[in-house]
C-alpha cells in the first residue's frame, strides 16, 4: 500500500514540475492568439506619403517603417491616437509599432507647419 502511494506522489511530483517549468518557458504570446503583424512602408518625399491608404484588422498588430525620402524633414502622425515618429531627416527611418484601433478610418500626416495642407496626407482604415 505505501509503494502504491509513494509512486502515485511521484507521478504527481514529475507532472507538477513538468507543467512548472513549461508554464514559464519564454513564448510569443502574439502568434500563441493568432494576432498577425501587419506592416507597411510609408515613404515620404516633398510632399506626399505613399502609399496614401492603408488597412487593417481591429485588434491586429501593425507596423509602420516610415522612410524619408524626400530633402526636406519629416514625421508621420496618426491623428487623435498619440501615435507619431520623431521628426527625421532625409534618407532616415523610424519605426512605429502599434496594435490597431477600433473600427474606423483614421487620418495620418506630415505634421511640419504646411505639409499636410500640401498632400502628405494619408487614411488608415480599420475593419
Known amino acids: 500500500m505505501k509503494k502504491i502511494i509513494l509512486f502515485f506522489v511521484i507521478i504527481a511530483s514529475?507532472?507538477?514540475i513538468y507543467f512548472i517549468f513549461?508554464?514559464?518557458?519564454?513564448?510569443?504570446?502574439t502568434s500563441e492568439r493568432g494576432i498577425s503583424?501587419?506592416?507597411f512602408t510609408i515613404t515620404a518625399k516633398e510632399f506626399s506619403l505613399s502609399p496614401s491608404a492603408i488597412s487593417?484588422?481591429?485588434g491586429e498588430q501593425i507596423k509602420i517603417t516610415f522612410k524619408n525620402d524626400g530633402t526636406m524633414?519629416?514625421?508621420f502622425t496618426l491623428n487623435g491616437l498619440g501615435i507619431n515618429t520623431n521628426t527625421i531627416n532625409s534618407g532616415e527611418?523610424?519605426?512605429l509599432e502599434f496594435?490597431?484601433?477600433p473600427a474606423g478610418t483614421y487620418d495620418f500626416f506630415c505634421s511640419i507647419p504646411g505639409h499636410k495642407q500640401s498632400g502628405?496626407?494619408?487614411t488608415l482604415k480599420v475593419e
Not at 513549461?22 to 504570446?29: F, L, M
Open 22 to 29: 513549461k508554464g514559464g518557458q519564454n513564448k510569443n504570446p
Open 37 to 39: 503583424t501587419k506592416e
Open 120 to 122: 502628405m496626407a494619408g
Open 99 to 101: 496594435m490597431a484601433p
Open 93 to 95: 527611418t523610424d519605426v
Open 73 to 75: 524633414p519629416h514625421n
Open 56 to 58: 487593417a484588422k481591429k
Open 14 to 16: 514529475v507532472v507538477g
